[in-house]
C-alpha cells in the first residue's frame, strides 16, 4: 500500500545535528513533492519545508533557512530531513508528507519521529 | 507571507451537532486551501483540498467552501470520531502555512 515510513526517535544535545529518513513506497518516487512538518508538544502544526523528488529543488521555512537541509535519494524512494544546531525549541514531532503536484494539499504523511532535544 | 487565522479556536458540541470553523487569509488565495483533522498522537489527515473538493474516502458530512480569503469548514452531523483539531493550510504559494488549528471537544 502507499505509505511513508519514518525512522525512529532520536535524543540529542543542544547544538547537535539530526536527519530524519522518510521511505515512499507503493507509488512512484518520484511523480510527487515531499514537504516536512513538524509539531512541538501540545502546539500546532508548522510547515518546515519542501523538495521535489524529481529535480531536487528545494524551499525552506525562512525561520529554519541555514539549518535545515532537505535532500532525497530516488533510487532509494527516500526522502531526508536534516537539521543542524538544535535547541530544546527543536523538540517535537516532525513528519514527512506527500505533496501532490499541482499543490493541492499532502495526501500521505509519515508516521512521525519523535525529536527530543536535551543537555 | 500570507497568514491564515481559524476561529474559533476551542469548540464544544455534541452528537448531531453542526459545526462550522473558518479559516481567514491576510489576502487572497483563491481556493488553494485545504482542510486536515489530526486526533492525538497521530499524523494529519487530508480532509478538503482545493478549499471545497472531499478527498477521496472522507465522509461527505464533511465540506468546505469559500474563497478568496475566507473559507469555512462544516460538519454537517457530528460523529465520536470528528472529536479532533482541525487546521486548515495554505497551498499555493511558500510558506506553505497552517492555520493555528481548532479544537472540537465533547460538551
Known amino acids: 500500500q502507499v505509505q511513508l515510513v519514518q525512522s525512529g526517535a532520536e535524543v540529542k544535545k543542544p547544538g547537535a545535528s539530526v536527519k530524519v529518513s522518510c521511505k515512499a513506497s507503493?507509488?512512484?518516487?518520484?511523480?510527487?513533492?515531499v514537504s516536512w512538518v513538524r509539531q512541538a508538544p501540545g502546539q500546532g502544526l508548522e510547515w518546515m519545508g519542501w523538495i521535489s523528488t524529481y529535480n531536487g529543488n528545494t524551499n525552506y521555512a525562512e525561520n529554519l533557512q541555514g539549518r535545515l537541509s532537505l535532500t532525497r535519494d530516488t533510487s532509494t524512494s527516500t526522502a531526508y530531513m536534516e537539521l543542524r544546531s538544535l535547541t530544546s525549541d527543536d523538540t517535537g514531532v516532525y513528519y514527512c508528507?506527500?505533496?501532490?503536484?499541482?499543490?493541492?494539499?499532502?495526501?500521505?504523511w509519515g508516521q512521525g519521529t519523535m525529536i527530543n532535544v536535551s543537555s | 507571507d500570507i497568514q491564515l487565522t481559524q476561529s474559533p479556536s476551542f469548540l464544544s458540541a455534541s452528537v448531531g451537532d453542526r459545526v462550522t470553523i473558518t479559516c481567514r487569509a491576510s489576502q487572497g488565495i483563491s481556493s488553494y486551501l485545504a482542510w486536515y483533522q489530526q486526533k492525538p498522537g497521530k499524523a494529519p489527515k487530508l480532509l478538503i483540498y482545493?478549499?471545497?473538493t472531499l478527498q477521496s474516502g472522507v465522509p461527505s458530512r464533511f465540506r468546505g467552501s469559500g474563497s478568496g480569503t475566507e473559507f469555512t469548514l462544516t460538519i454537517s452531523s457530528l460523529q465520536p470520531e470528528d472529536f479532533a483539531t482541525y487546521y486548515c493550510?495554505?497551498?499555493?504559494?511558500?510558506?506553505?502555512?497552517f492555520g493555528q488549528g481548532t479544537k472540537l471537544e465533547v460538551k
Open positions: 493550510q495554505l497551498l499555493n504559494s511558500y510558506p506553505r502555512s
Open positions: 508528507a506527500r505533496d501532490r503536484r499541482p499543490p493541492d494539499g499532502f495526501d500521505i
Open positions: 507503493g507509488y512512484t518516487f518520484t511523480r510527487y513533492d
Open positions: 482545493s478549499a471545497s
